[in-house]
């Protein structure tokens, strides 16, 4: 069957993917970013096309209206609310998960013809930090560095990045580099022990934003050490001694002083060494100052863009730096140019042939919904992003889109929660059936090809937008023919930008036919008309301030000793297996089997002072929302802290969306919101029962506490309530979501258990556990039962049958297994990961698992020590 060259639609390392028609796919072996490897979210692919759910017309309050009626009222409302209240009472918030044309043709539209910058994009949530603190330093917006510098660095130190979980196949690569050359290092800067944490030579459980303080006495050391590459300093570097003024006065960074020697010793000691950093750094309200204070270590010792050296910024989306290119934030212009510069924008003005341009920044996202909450927004498009769940005090901004008196998104679903608050739905190609495309995070710019249909009326976005574009009036500047026509256009413009000064140059690919679009192989930028191509940056200086230097920035770490009282700092971000707001990741039932439900991660003291339990349920609040999570009591966090993934929505929760809980305060450099930077007080939630469901028939998260999951034979459910019902088969068949069949209940009213099974004829339909205390029942078994003959009597035993042992939470979610298999193992004699593999299968695919695989040998060994 042929096979289309395609990439992942998921994180920022931009993996080559092999997909065919029947949506099998695999890893492209000669994609340079993965050779082949993909992680689990990315081998689930093929099981996240499907058309459940899909919007398939556009939709206006709830009806199905036609594509003329529907863009005819796009434009007629943008138009009307320009005439009436000028450019900047518009807005745009499009998503890191658009590809390059898409951005490009919004962006266009936004900042050339509408003329204002009200474009904004979730990338501000993930990476404007990096942005800020690259400008500062380096003049523009470059990552100098290469994934194969991960491989050939002898240290390499990751910032802020559960990479293992967050950007697995990097860390396959990072952790074969090392099985081959085991004198490299690898540090983890991290509040969390996580799974990265615990794969490392060095664990650092810095305070949080205690990051700055860090780096900051490592510029002294750096100093004091006589380590300044003085040659490289005086030729390219300004702003050296202000810098090492800052940084001589000393901040606590919440390590112990051996710990901060091991690591400087580590540092200094090290010629080779990449400093990674991801949204432990950005997503705070000092992340600008923490990416300086970063750099700044690496320009006074010179090392950076050479080989196995450097600071790298890891983007979390898969396009978030394709957006940076065109200029996709409300501060930029396009092409890596200045928005606050006139010859920038009379440049790009010109090039477009525009009738205006913007001339001011306009409303970062945070800002932008507030603006939308305050009456000043009377016309929203929403692009490819859920801001109802993701953004930063979620619930006010439900209620901003609410108050925007139009409101349109494109999307690929029906039932988002943010579809839910927008006037007109419009239906977009989604990962398989788009075209064109994206850049990663080292700079290399991949075809995303289709190999499905566009379904329904689906249209890809960039179509969608340039016809707005035309129906408000200019034909000419959006009469695009393709996406290959837009990615001329772009690499056209980044030419004028080169000729400008600026970095982004691809002007190379400028005159590409449209074949050869269509073929274009992996490559990285800058791709110049000329053919001279860097592959990294700033190894011999050429910085983009005027003055061809770098700046290193005086830094001022922030004060740690800020007064919670009874309150958590409440960290939040990524589970291994699901994908921002599993839009996609939660239709692939193996990647809800690994942790399928919201939790909040505890210390054992904070819990016990609290009073919570383990498994048991957690009420978390601040001023801003309220969440109920299941307790998960360890040290992995420290004390005073607690964390809870980012994923869960109102679609697939009760009461999960934590960002409703997470502080709007922003970066005041980069306007990026402090995603790790909330405090709450959390109590236990009384639950007066638990249950355990699953189903074959989808199920609504509706109760006090409920989280649902897509099943390989249907749905489960956790769920919890106030109240005793009075009716247990009548609770069970509404969770279970089943009217029909005949019904199996046993009821031990003396211990407040109840059980009960639906069967239609002799096919076990529906299973429903209910306890006083969470229900301990073998979930994995009651899973495998739906749809099957099992009787009821072991049905409701709740535990597998003699030949069917306790699988346990799934830990391996590509072969499926879990926790007791490996145990069983472990205690049949597996001492190691690859034997693990060979007894069980799991980690033999992706590898995503392995460090959970050797974190369960690790807890064997030391508890048969302890025995011993
Ligand atoms: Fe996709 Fe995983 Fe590769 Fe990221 S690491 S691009 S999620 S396959």
Redesign the pocket.
């Known amino acids: 069957m042929t096979k289309t060259c395609t990439t992942?639609p998921?994180?920022?390392?931009?993996?080559g993917v092999l997909a065919e028609p029947n949506t099998a796919v695999a890893g492209d072996p000669q994609h340079p970013?993965?050779f082949g490897r993909?992680?689990s979210?990315?081998?689930a692919l093929g099981e996240t096309v499907g058309l459940e759910g899909r919007l398939l017309a556009p939709r206006l309050q709830g009806k199905d209206v036609s594509w003329d009626q529907a863009l005819d009222l796009v434009a007629e409302k943008f138009q009307t609310a320009i005439q009436e209240h000028g450019p900047d009472s518009v807005a745009f918030y499009v998503s890191g998960q658009l590809l390059t044309e898409d951005y490009y043709v919004a962006n266009k539209l936004m900042k050339g013809f509408i003329g204002s910058a009200n474009i904004d994009t979730n990338s501000r949530l993930c990476m404007a930090s990096s942005v800020a603190g690259h400008k500062r330093a380096f003049g523009t917006d470059t990552v100098p560095g290469q994934y194969e510098d991960f491989e050939e660095a002898d240290l390499v130190v990751l910032v802020g990045s559960n990479t293992a979980w967050c950007?697995?196949?990097?860390f396959r690569r990072l952790e074969a580099a090392k099985a081959a050359r085991p004198e490299m290092k690898i540090v983890v800067i991290d509040p969390r022990r996580t799974a990265t944490a615990k794969a490392a030579d060095l664990h650092l459980a810095i305070a949080p934003d205690g990051d700055a303080a860090l780096f900051n006495r490592l510029l002294t050391e750096i100093a004091r050490r006589g380590l300044i590459n003085q040659e490289y300093v005086d030729a390219h570097v300004e702003g050296m001694s202000v810098a090492l003024e800052a940084a001589g006065t000393p901040h606590p960074c919440g390590l112990t002083e051996d710990e901060i020697q091991t690591f400087l010793n580590m540092w200094c000691s090290t010629d080779k060494v990449v400093t990674l950093y991801s949204q432990g750094v950005n997503q705070s309200w000092c992340g600008s100052d923490k990416v300086n204070a970063i750099i700044n270590c690496h320009l006074a010792t010179g090392r950076i863009g050479r080989v196995g050296m450097g600071p790298f910024s890891m983007t979390g989306q898969?396009n978030a730096m394709g957006g940076r290119e065109v200029g996709g934030l409300a501060n930029m212009l396009a092409a890596h140019l200045d928005l606050e510069n006139a010859r920038h924008r009379s440049a790009v003005k010109e090039f477009w042939a525009a009738p205006t341009i913007a001339d001011h920044a306009g409303l970062k996202a945070v800002d932008l919904f507030q603006a939308c909450a305050d009456g000043k927004i009377k016309a929203l498009w929403v692009m490819s992003t859920n801001p109802a769940v993701s953004m930063p005090e979620a619930d006010a901004v439900a209620a901003a889109i609410r108050n925007v008196p139009f409101t349109v998104s494109t999307d690929i679903l029906v039932d988002t929660d943010t579809n839910a608050c927008c006037d007109l739905l419009l239906p977009a190609t989604g990962w398989g059936e788009k075209s064109g495309t994206v850049t990663n995070s080292e700079r290399r710019i991949s075809r995303q090809r289709p190999f499905l249909p566009a379904p329904g009326q689906a249209r890809h976005d960039w179509a969608i937008i340039a016809d707005v574009g035309r129906r408000m009036g200019w034909v000419e500047a959006f009469d695009f023919a393709n996406e290959a026509e837009v990615f001329r256009e772009h690499a056209a413009l980044s030419g004028v930008a080169a000729s400008l000064g600026r970095d982004f140059d691809i002007s190379g690919l400028a005159d590409l036919s449209d074949s050869a679009f269509d073929a274009l192989e992996p490559v990285v930028w800058p791709v110049p008309a000329d053919g001279i191509s860097p592959k990294r940056f700033f190894a011999g200086g050429g910085f983009y301030h005027p003055d061809g230097k770098a700046r290193m920035l005086a830094i001022t770490p922030p004060d740690l000793s800020v007064d919670l009282g009874t309150n958590l700092r409440f960290n939040t971000g990524r589970v291994r297996d699901h994908?921002h707001t599993m839009t996609r990741t939660g239709r692939a039932p193996q990647l809800g089997a690994h942790l399928a439900e919201p939790y909040l991660e505890i210390h054992p003291e904070d819990a016990a002072a609290i009073g919570l339990q383990e498994v048991g349920l957690a009420e978390v609040q601040n001023s801003h929302g309220r969440a109920l999570l299941r307790v998960m009591i360890t040290d992995n966090v420290q004390i005073g802290e607690c964390f809870a993934p980012m994923h869960w929505t109102g679609e697939t929760s009760s009461q999960g969306r934590i960002n409703a809980l997470v502080t709007g305060r922003v970066d005041p450099v980069s306007g990026q919101p402090a995603l790790k930077g909330a405090s709450v007080s959390v109590t236990p939630y009384e639950a007066g029962w638990y249950g355990f469901a699953a189903s074959r028939a989808e199920m609504e998260p509706a109760r006090p506490y409920a989280a649902v999951a897509k099943t390989k034979t249907g749905w489960r459910a956790e769920v919890a309530g106030h109240k005793l019902p009075s009716d247990w088969e009548k609770e069970a068949r509404q969770i279970l979501n089943l009217n029909g069949g005949q019904t199996s209940v046993v009821e031990d009213k003396a211990r407040g258990l109840v059980r009960v099974a639906i069967y239609e004829g002799a096919v076990l339909a529906g299973v429903f556990f209910a306890a006083p205390d969470p229900v301990v029942v073998a979930r994995s078994a009651s899973i495998d039962q739906i749809g099957t003959e099992t009787p009821a009597g072991r049905v409701l035993a709740g535990v597998p049958g003699a030949d069917q042992p306790a699988k346990g939470a799934i830990v391996c979610a590509c072969m499926d297994v879990g926790r007791e298999e490996l145990r069983r193992a472990i205690a049949g004699g597996a001492t190691s990961v690859p034997m693990l593999g060979d007894c069980t299968g799991a980690g033999t695919n992706c590898g995503s698992c392995r460090p959970e695989m050797q974190e369960l040998l690790d807890v064997t060994s030391n508890q048969r020590m302890a025995a011993e």
């Open positions: 992942c998921y994180c920022g390392v931009g993996c970013a993965n993909l992680c979210k990315g081998t950007h697995p196949v990097l898969p994908w």
